[in-house]
Structure formats: C-alpha cells, structure tokens
C-alpha cells in the first residue's frame, strides 16, 4: 500500500515528493530573488505552497503542477511581506510617537483591552466558521475581496456580504456588553 505522500499523480504518475525533490530549490531561489526574502522565509514559503499543493496534486484538475507551485510560492509570499509591512508600520509608529507608547500599558488600557478581546473572542466564535475565517482574512491577514475570493472559490461580493455581517456581530457583541467602544 503506498503512502499518502507517494502516491502517483493521475496525469503523470509522478509523487508528491518526487515534485518536492525536483522542484523545491527553484522555488527558494525564486521566492528569494523575486521578492528579497531570506533562506528561511523562502523555506517556509515554498512549504506552504507545497501544503497547499498536497491535497490537489492527485486530481485529474492538476494540468501543471509547476505552475500551480509558483503561483502558490508568489502569493506566499506577497502574504509574508503584507503580513512583515504591517509589523514594520507598527514598530515604527510606536518608535515615532513614545508618548502613545506609555499610554498604551496603563493598567486601565490594558484591563480595557482585555475586556474588549473578550467580548471580540465571544463574537467570533458565535458566528459561522466559513464567516471567521473571511473575516479574519480581510481584517487580520490584509486580504482582498478580490483575493479572498479566489483563494476560496467565491465570488467578491458573496465575501464582501460575510465579513460585513462579521463585522455587524462584533459590533452588537460590543453594544450589547459595554455601550461604544
């Protein structure tokens, strides 16, 4: 019986860690010349791509796996740096104004805060999964309409309609639990 990592590709009969073996160098090199990333970034990207790339590399709707893999290294890692340009913009606006800093860790900002992640953290979890996940894909990760709905197979304005709702459902959270916030 063959594992799940070696089992053959409908179209050319080749495995899973056959495609890692051949392909997993070029996509590094690709992943860090293209877009500047580190070795270890690269690493992680291109482990990504193949994570999301082992669940489809079976099916008779795979026409070039080689292309799927760029295009899955290339979004990778327009992730990672949206997700690096945000901490970056963070760390900056806090070295640029300290005053926002030490207001931020007063006892009463955090024991609002923690209040405020509660009743968020409630929310969340009271609503569908598939309207989380948009939600935090738009919000958290930065995504697209647009993006979103390729990634997940929908249309933009179905995605649109869930994290608006999402959003609706925090907010009555919070009125519901503390007035304005």
């Given at each position: 019986?063959l594992q799940?990592?070696?089992?053959?590709l409908?179209?050319?009969?080749?495995a899973?860690?056959?495609y890692y073996?051949?392909?997993?160098?070029?996509l590094c090199?690709?992943?860090t010349?293209?877009f500047g990333?580190s070795?270890?970034?690269a690493?992680?990207?291109?482990?990504s791509a193949?994570?999301r790339f082992?669940?489809?590399h079976d099916?008779?709707?795979m026409e070039?796996?080689?292309?799927?893999?760029y295009?899955?290294v290339?979004n990778a890692?327009?992730?990672?740096l949206?997700r690096?340009?945000?901490?970056?913009?963070f760390?900056?606006?806090a070295?640029?104004d300290?005053?926002?800093?030490?207001?931020?860790v007063?006892?009463?900002r955090?024991a609002t805060?923690?209040q405020l992640?509660?009743?968020?953290s409630?929310?969340?979890w009271?609503m569908?999964?598939?309207?989380r996940?948009?939600?935090?894909?738009?919000r958290?990760?930065?995504?697209s309409?647009a993006e979103?709905?390729?990634?997940?197979?929908l249309?933009?304005?179905?995605?649109?309609?869930?994290v608006?709702k999402a959003l609706?459902?925090?907010q009555a959270e919070?009125?519901?639990?503390?007035?304005?916030?």
């Amino acid at each position: 019986m063959l594992q799940a990592w070696n089992r053959p590709l409908a179209t050319d009969n080749k495995a899973l860690g056959d495609y890692y073996r051949e392909h997993h160098r070029e996509l590094c090199r690709y992943a860090t010349h293209k877009f500047g990333l580190s070795e270890m970034e690269a690493e992680d990207v291109v482990q990504s791509a193949f994570a999301r790339f082992a669940p489809l590399h079976d099916t008779a709707e795979m026409e070039n796996a080689r292309a799927f893999l760029y295009r899955a290294v290339n979004n990778a890692s327009i992730d990672l740096l949206r997700r690096n340009q945000v901490r970056s913009n963070f760390a900056q606006s806090a070295l640029e104004d300290p005053e926002r800093e030490i207001d931020a860790v007063s006892p009463e900002r955090i024991a609002t805060g923690r209040q405020l992640l509660k009743l968020i953290s409630r929310a969340l979890w009271g609503m569908p999964q598939k309207r989380r996940r948009l939600l935090l894909m738009n919000r958290v990760d930065g995504l697209s309409y647009a993006e979103i709905a390729r990634r997940e197979g929908l249309s933009a304005t179905v995605v649109k309609k869930h994290v608006a709702k999402a959003l609706a459902a925090c907010q009555a959270e919070l009125r519901a639990n503390g007035g304005d916030w």
